[in-house]
């Protein structure tokens, strides 16, 4: 559900040292490809203070099979890194990104459990949907991509069947 964000700092009426976005701008309202409420972030924070906004790095796994089926599922490309930095660039706010990205993996061994009974549906985080409406939202040719997409990124190591996470770190100083 698109929120807007800043309601809580102006019901507040504060300033802070920091401001966070982890993974969450997924739900922030967006149009014309951008973040409209953004353009207000230097406002909340203090002269010294600092924003991160932490997204899906485009090196992730998930990136690679979200481009894939977002534009058939939702009729659009998925919200990305390069969203945000478009947005900041429009309002003409500051930002660096990190290049250090954390290496993180998910296992997904339940992916090729197909009689695992605590099977999550199958990641149904990739479509953005809770794991008990993955099957009635998402339709079986897009579940279908989601694992073919998924599969061709899957990785083996000692502890299991993995893929790439990699989060992208984009900081705004004041």
């Known amino acids: 559900i698109p929120t807007t964000w800043e309601k809580f700092a102006l019901e507040n009426n504060k300033k802070f040292d920091l401001i966070t976005f982890f993974h969450s701008v997924y739900g922030i309202e967006i149009t014309n490809d951008i ?3 953004l353009k207000n972030l230097n ?3 203090e002269p010294y203070g600092i ?12 990136h690679f099979v979200k481009q894939k089926v977002f534009p058939e599922l939702y009729g659009r490309p998925p919200i990305s890194s390069k969203t945000v930095e478009r947005t900041l660039g429009s309002f003409g706010i500051n930002y660096s990104i990190d290049t ?10 339940d992916l090729f459990d197909k009689n695992n009974p605590d099977r999550m549906e199958p990641l149904s985080f990739i ?15 897009i579940r279908g ?16 069947f993995y893929i790439n996470t990699p989060d992208r ?6």
């Open 35 to 37: 973040f409209p409420s």
């Open 43 to 45: 406002k909340f924070l």
């Open 51 to 62: 924003s991160c906004i932490i997204v899906e790095s485009p090196n992730s796994d998930l």
């Open 100 to 109: 250090n990205e954390p290496e993180q993996k998910f296992y997904i061994d």
């Open 127 to 141: 479509a953005q949907t809770q794991p008990e409406n993955y099957n009635r939202l998402i339709p079986q040719d």
């Open 145 to 160: 991509k989601i694992e073919k997409y998924l599969k061709e990124k899957v990785k083996k190591d000692d502890k299991g």
């Open 169 to 174: 770190f984009i900081w705004i100083k004041k």
